[in-house]
């Protein structure tokens, strides 16, 4: 049993700053983490999504005794320079670490070889490099020192390097699903990863449910589709269209005649009877295309409307209803899209 309080970004009469950062948002909240006199703090990413029991990096923790343990993953050479990366001795204790190294000679020396993978007895493979998950394990104390004695405000780039220059900071390796999504790219590839027949993360796995607010809608509702490794959230309703490898998510509407391929459609957070005059209803109107795009919540999209980034645009362009980032459209919440366009 347990619960969750939502810890929401406020000005008080000691900080009238937002969050700057990843640690200054912990160090904000210092006051109401710390009330219950708890022995360590789990720092959790929010913009990540794993399978990862987090049980046992609490144990890996205490019975090394350390002030800090920081979970790490094999990545390609390729992502390195995306992530706080580091070398493991035989202990898991961290001997070196360097935030978001860009020069080859910097990702070739914290590159796993190997023997390096044989001594610290970690999964890998030659040429990966070990990288920070962004999830943390602190000592109470320890945390509150950190935040009290430095100014830094982000974890990967100003706290965790003077851990590991002074204090006992150890890795926990997990090699099991993680992603960062972070970015539109790898949030749009997750999500449409989920319609694998053998998805990497398995929604459907009895062992790992999934919890999320209750929802009181009905079924998703079909009619006359040609469908194929897509998933129909609750309420949504498809009718004389043809999906591809999508997600179609709650109260998400998808007219006849449509295709869509490679689309994460957010769905809608109301039903509407009828659209208010002058614009399409909310949802995918009839008789259009769209490929490798993202529908954010209560966008409405017109009749015979294209969105197909066919000249293969990958960041660079935003308006008032949309944006492509990583290649992938993004057609932003609640704008209207009319009929017949072309994106």
Known sequence: SGFVNILAAEQTGTSREWYQGTADAVRQMLFRLTADAPDEVL???????????????????????????????????????????????????????????QEDEVLDHFSLTAETIAKAGIPGAPGELLASMGIYVFKTEVLVDLLE????????????PVAVRDRSVFGYVYDGYWRDIGTIGSFHQANIELTLPVPPLDLYDPDYPIYTHPRFLPGAKVGACDISATILCDGSIVDGATLR????????????????????????????????PGLPGVGVGHGCEIRNAILDVNARIGDNVRIINAAGVKDGVETDTYAIRDG?????????????TVI
């Open 43 to 101: 720092i959790l990413s929010g913009d990540q999504l794993y399978l990862m029991p987090l049980e046992k990096m609490i144990e890996t923790h205490r019975s090394n005794d350390a002030d800090v343990t920081v979970a790490v993953t094999p990545v390609p050479r390729s992502d390195a320079p995306g992530f706080g990366v580091m070398h493991l001795d035989g202990t898991s204790h961290i001997a070196e670490f360097v935030e978001k190294p």
């Open 149 to 160: 004695s430095e100014p830094g405000v982000d974890f990967g780039k100003e706290i965790i």
């Open 245 to 276: 490898d999508s997600v179609i998510g709650v109260r998400g509407r998808v007219r006849s005649g449509s295709t869509l391929e490679r689309t994460l459609v957010m769905g809608a957070g109301y039903y509407e009877a009828e659209p208010p």
């Open 328 to 340: 992938v459209v993004v057609i932003k919440g609640s704008a209207v899209i009319p009929p017949g």
